[in-house]
């Protein structure tokens, strides 16, 4: 199985704040990444898809890079709705695997 | 406007069965592939099962393959996650999600999700 690691595992940020969230595989998985956040007690959303791809409707702030093994998500400015969990998740190959998540916390 | 509502949730026993379901609309069901992702009380996301399109293609995680089934209704918009011989470490809340296309592996990512069933698997 492919393994998703995340880094760092939780960051305290202020609004305005530039944030990047690093998210590596196991061995390479292509483009094959998306990204998600997820609020306490609600669903997951998609952010980006196909490792920089921003997925309809979501802020042009949000950006992803890398490919192979090592991926990057990038916040240009905070905004108090960002503040959540996020997750990178392979689907190069099932299982399908997430990342164990980010939290962006207010500082 | 696409939505997915699940059902189906509940407490059982430790070796129970529950079939969970979720309803879709506003889409063509059928040209979709689906997902199941769960999640444990106070942890992250967990993959669990995937359909492709027409129902042929079917995926499962190992915690579990040989105790869960994956099925559609194209008919119907209906996803299903029949789930046999549950444990504790079953419960969670289970979310349908969509898929972009009809194939299951890409680099599409699950573009529409469904506010979760939760399962409690308990004595």
């Known amino acids: 199985d492919i393994q998703m690691t995340q880094s760092p595992s939780s960051l305290s940020a202020s609004v305005g704040d530039r944030v990047t969230i690093t998210c590596r595989a196991s061995r390479s998985i292509n483009s094959y990444l998306s990204w998600y956040h997820q609020k306490p007690g609600k669903a997951p959303k998609l952010l980006i898809y196909a490792a920089s791809s921003l997925h309809g409707g979501v802020p042009s702030r949000f950006s992803g890079s890398g490919s192979g093994t090592d991926f990057t998500l990038t916040i240009s400015s905070l905004q108090p709705e960002d503040f959540a969990t996020y997750y990178c998740?392979?689907?190069?190959?099932?299982?399908?695997?997430f990342g164990p998540g980010t939290k962006v916390d207010i500082k | 406007e696409v939505q997915l509502l699940e059902s189906g949730g509940g407490l059982v026993q430790p070796g129970g069965s529950l079939r969970l379901s979720c309803a879709a609309s506003?889409?063509?069901?059928?040209?979709?592939?689906m997902n199941w992702v769960r999640q444990a009380p106070g942890k992250g996301l967990e993959w669990v099962s995937a359909?492709?399109?027409?129902?042929?293609?079917?995926y499962y995680a190992d915690s579990v393959k040989g105790r869960c089934t994956v099925s559609r209704d194209n008919s119907k918009n209906t996803l299903y996650l029949q789930m046999d011989s549950l444990r504790a470490e079953d419960t969670a809340v289970y979310y349908c999600?969509?898929?972009?296309?009809?194939?299951?592996?890409?680099?599409?990512?699950?573009?529409?999700w469904g506010q979760g069933t939760a399962v409690t698997v308990s004595s």
């Open positions: 998740q392979q689907s190069y190959n099932t299982p399908f695997t």
């Open positions: 359909i492709s399109g027409g129902g042929v293609g079917t």
């Open positions: 506003g889409l063509i069901f059928s040209n979709y592939a």
């Open positions: 999600a969509k898929a972009p296309y009809s194939y299951v592996i890409g680099d599409n990512g699950m573009d529409v």
